[in-house]
Structure formats: C-alpha cells, structure tokens
C-alpha cells in the first residue's frame, strides 16, 4: 500500500533546500575569491558553471516555496 502524500512540510523542507544551496553557492564563491589565481581554467569554469546552476535552483526554490506557503498553516 502507498503512503499517503503528506506535504505539511513542504515550505520548511524547501527553506532547508534554500539555506544550503546558499551556503553552498557562498563556500563556492569564498574558495574562487582566495584562490582563482591558483586553479586551472577547468576547475574555475566548473565551479561557476556549478554556481550558476546552484543560482537557478535557488530561483526555482523560492518560485516553489511561493506556492506552497500558502498551504502551510
């Protein structure tokens, strides 16, 4: 038997979503600010390739906790 879909918690588990790709994003970008001098063109495209992506799904997580916080009572 499936389990019964419970989204009571959706708009805090999507704020918990949000706070770590933030924090992410910010780790990401503190290690290009000491030391993009001293990384090969590879690693510093991937890490800002990968801190675009982490800023969309931010975006797209804000987008989503807008439609659920209405539902949270």
Known sequence: MAKPD?????????RNSIENT???LQEAQSYLDEHAEEISPQELSAIQSKNKGRQAAIEG?????QDEEPLES
Do not use: G, K, V, Y
């Not at 419970?6 to 805090?12: E, G, I, L, V, Y």
């Open 6 to 14: 419970d989204r009571s918690n959706n708009a805090s588990r999507i």
């Open 22 to 24: 933030e924090q992410n």
């Open 61 to 65: 997580f804000q987008s989503e906790l």
